[in-house]
T-cell receptor
Framework: GNSVTQMEGPVTLSEEAFLTINCTYT??????LFWYVQYPGEGLQLLLK?????DKGSNKGFEATYRKETTSFHLEKGSVQVSDSAVYFC??????????FGDGTTLTVKP | EAGVVQSPRYKIIEKKQPVAFWCNPI?????LYWYRQNLGQGPELLIR????????DSQLPKDRFSAERLKGVDSTLKIQPAELGDSAVYLC??????????????FGPGTRLTVL
């Protein structure tokens, strides 16, 4: 079946540091890939997505590129802020079936 | 625009008791999902509705779990009787159109269930 493996957390960074959260996947066919973010006490919300190989999703300074050759969708941000502290989930949605989520990576940004 | 609404936000019950969760999706969203999220893990699908029809309930433990979506809008997820292992956050999500690899899912804040 499909699976998503995320970099284990928690991740603690200082403000303005560079962020990378690794995500690799196993799937048949050509799924769409997503990053969701969950702030304390809230539901998951879409951060960015990519629907085909070599697509780059971007939002709020975050970026991720769909790499089919390495089956990866790593999340990056050049300069994190305290307000970016949250749990980040990588997910894939195939053309048929159901979405598969990673276990989440907790990011804490210190001033 | 109001988001996905869930209630209650927290529920504590003793094992063997029944419990029910309610979800109101975003207006106009035809597809509704129920997920279970165990501590430290990602959401796992329990059931998906297209309008009022349950089109994927393969992961729903049907001996104790049931769900309904009357009139294709609100939905209720029930557990009877609850077991200790049912402690988790139950998430409801909705999307505008039918299932598609491209569609964003909009999540509610979840109901945190604790079974004692």
């Amino acid at each position: 079946g499909n699976s998503v493996t995320q970099m284990e957390g928690p991740v603690t960074l200082s403000e303005e540091a560079f962020l990378t959260i690794n995500c690799t996947y196993t799937a048949t066919g050509y799924p769409s890939l997503f990053w969701y973010v969950q702030y304390p006490g809230e539901g998951l919300q879409l951060l960015l997505k990519a629907t085909k190989a070599d697509d780059k999703g971007s939002n709020k300074g975050f970026e991720a590129t769909y790499r089919k050759e390495t089956t990866s969708f790593h999340l990056e941000k050049g300069s994190v802020q305290v307000s970016d502290s949250a749990v980040y989930f990588c997910a894939l949605t195939p053309n048929a079936g159901k979405s598969t989520f990673g276990d989440g990576t907790t990011l804490t940004v210190k001033p | 625009e109001a988001g996905v609404v869930q209630s209650p936000r927290y529920k504590i019950i003793e094992k063997k008791q029944p419990v029910a969760f309610w979800c109101n999706p975003i207006s106009g969203h035809n597809t509704l999902y129920w997920y279970r999220q165990n501590l430290g893990q990602g959401p796992e699908l329990l059931i998906r509705y297209e309008n009022e029809e349950a089109v994927d309930d393969s992961q729903l433990p049907k001996d104790r779990f049931s769900a309904e979506r009357l009139k294709g809008v609100d939905s209720t997820l029930k557990i009877q009787p609850a077991e200790l292992g049912d402690s988790a956050v139950y998430l409801c999500a909705s999307s505008l159109e039918g299932y598609s690899a491209y569609n964003e899912q909009f999540f509610g804040p979840g109901t945190r269930l604790t079974v004692l």
